[in-house]
Each structure stands twice: as C-alpha cells, then as structure tokens.
C-alpha cells in the first residue's frame, strides 16, 4: 500500500497500471473481427473500455485506498486523500475498433486539484509517454521537446471533429479557415496521442473542441512539460469548450485565427 503523493511515486503506480491495462486492450483489440455480423463490433469495444476502466481502477485503489477515480464509464467519490485519478481506458476508441494503431490508455493523477502525474500508453506502437509537474516530460524514458514556434503558415496542425453531427458541421466551417492558413492538417483520432506528437515534435499545434478531462488530463500535462502553452481561448484554462496547445508564440497565432471564428462554440 503506497500513501504518499509524491508526483514520482503517482507517476511510477500511473505507468505500472497502464502497462497491464495496455497489454490486455491490445489483446482484446487483436480479437476484435470488424465482418462478424452476429455481434457488433463497438459492443465489443464498449465492454472493453468498461473490462480495462474496472482493472485500472482496482489497480489504483489497491495500492492506494481512498484515493478517488474519475474515469469515461464511471463517476468519481470524493475520496480521503486529496488525490483523484483521471483515467480513460481506451482513448481514440473508433481507431481501436478498426484495428489501427493510435489509441491510449491515459491515467492521470491530480493532488489537491492539480495534475502533477501523467501517463499515455500507446501499446500497439510501444510507446510510453509519461511527465510529473516541474519534473519534464518524457518518452520511453526519453526527454520530450516541443518543436520551435513556427509562422502559423508553416504549421502542422492536429485536431479532431465530435461525434455530433451539428457540432461537425461547425467544426468543419471552422476547419475551412483554418486550412488555408496553415501548412496542412491532422486528424490522428486521438486526443492524448495528438497532445503527445506535439511534444515530441511530430506536429505543431493542436487544437479540439468537446473533450472531457479524462481525454486530456494526462497528455496536457506531457504537453506542458514539453515546452507547450496549454489553453483555452482568452485566457481559460483547457476545457470541454476548447483545448489549444502549441509552443508559446505559436500558440497565439492559433487563438487569433481560431477566436472570432467560435471555435470554442457549436456556431
Ligand atoms: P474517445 O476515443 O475516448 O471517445 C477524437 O477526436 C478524440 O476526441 C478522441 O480522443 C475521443 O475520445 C475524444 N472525444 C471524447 N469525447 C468526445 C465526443 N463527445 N465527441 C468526439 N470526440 C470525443
Ligand atoms: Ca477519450
């Protein structure tokens, strides 16, 4: 049983978590046949998410009850601790459903209303991206460095589009401004890998509409560890309403262009 709240030791429980919880979606995700008509293939993934959000938060009152757990398929108690998990079993759960290698497990660990402890598995690429606050961010154990500030007409931007069909219809007005403005786009399909590639490099920017905490809480923090501005549009924290990231300078260009085009708003 651990109790202290040190950053490293949520951050050493959070990756030893996420390692299982990783292996046994991948071999779920291995089982999952897209053509067999006598079950549906998101019932399977739904039983997934449900099966691998039970393990993790066994795993995670086990070494340490009374600490809370909000996660995608539950609500979080309170808890006795001061600390709360944040944990989405399976992030970028259509691209797990067609066999496709960007989805995450994502576990953070917030003390006293922080996160200060971060991971997100990408098991099917092997790759483990974790951060604690003040304490960088890291991959397979590597240092993480968010590219340079780039002109926004050179910027690789990633986002991604709701499942609502009235909140895309906006987002792709949106994205019709954007587009021209920049060097082009990405839609990987999950939140916590794109926050993450933008650590590493592997984009410019990112910005989304509509996702929940437990979507972003881990990688935001990679992302800021990285060097990344993590935000809202004037000033706001990240939120449901909008999650922009990029390095400072570039992150500015971003929220001018996606400001008066109500990128945080449905239209
Ligand atoms: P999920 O796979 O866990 O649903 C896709 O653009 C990204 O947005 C994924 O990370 C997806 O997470 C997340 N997302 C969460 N809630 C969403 C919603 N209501 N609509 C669209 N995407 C959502
Ligand atoms: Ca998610």
């Known amino acids: 049983m651990t109790t202290t709240a040190e950053p490293a030791a949520l951050l050493a429980l ?75 079993p ?41 951060a604690t606050i003040g304490g960088g961010a ?5 240092r993480l460095r968010v590219g340079p500030a780039v002109p926004l007409e050179l910027a690789l931007v990633a986002t991604g589009f709701g499942y609502d069909a009235d909140r895309r219809a906006h987002q792709a007005e949106v994205l019709r401004s954007v587009l021209p403005r920049v060097r082009d786009i990405r839609r990987c399909g999950a939140a916590s890998v794109d926050l993450c590639s933008l650590a590493r490099g592997r984009s410019d920017a990112y910005y989304e509409r509509g996702l929940n905490a437990w979507d972003y809480g881990a990688a935001a923090l990679v992302a800021r560890e990285a060097g990344a501005r993590v935000g809202g549009l004037r000033g706001a924290e990240p939120g449901p ?18 400001e008066p085009l109500g990128a945080d708003t449905d239209g």
Not at 94 to 104: P, Q, S, T
């Open 90 to 130: 399976i992030d970028g759960t259509v691209n797990y459903l067609y066999g496709r290698e960007d989805w995450a497990v994502s576990i953070a660990a917030e003390a006293d209303g922080e996160i200060v402890a971060g991971v997100v598995a990408v098991p099917v690429r092997g790759d483990v991206y974790t």
């Open 241 to 258: 309403d909008l999650v922009v990231a990029a390095p400072p300078g570039l992150f500015e260009a971003l929220h001018d262009l996606l």
């Open 14 to 88: 959070a990756v030893e978590v996420a390692a299982e919880a990783g292996r046994v979606a991948a071999e779920g995700q291995a089982g999952i046949d897209v053509l067999d008509t006598k079950s549906s293939p998101t019932d399977v993934v739904t039983e997934m998410d449900r099966a691998v959000e039970k393990l993790i938060r066994e795993r995670l009152l086990a070494a340490r009850p009374g600490d809370a757990v909000l996660g995608e398929e539950g609500g979080a108690d309170a808890g006795s601790t001061g600390v709360r998990w944040i944990v989405d």
């Open 138 to 142: 890291h991959c397979n154990g590597e």
